[in-house]
């Protein structure tokens, strides 16, 4: 349930900056859209870091003898 709550927080970070790049741009704030659209990865790569390092961990111990 808890990675439901994950993928539904990102899905739901990754339309918000979506929307906010495309209004931005229409506005003529090309630049601005581009500040949110990497804030936006950024944030999302730091919640995907954690499961990463999770799978790492997992391996690690999947293939120690």
Avoid: R
């Avoid at 918000?16 to 581009?34: C, E, P, R």
Wanted: net charge negative; glycine share 10%.
């Amino acid at each position: 349930m808890d990675q439901m709550m994950e993928l539904l927080k990102i899905g739901g970070l990754s339309m918000a900056v979506m929307f906010m790049s495309i209004i931005l741009k229409q506005a003529g704030k090309d630049g601005y859209a581009n500040m949110v659209s990497i804030g936006g990865i950024t944030l999302i790569l730091l919640i995907i870091a954690s499961y990463i390092l999770e799978l790492f961990e997992v391996v690690e111990t999947m293939f120690m003898f």
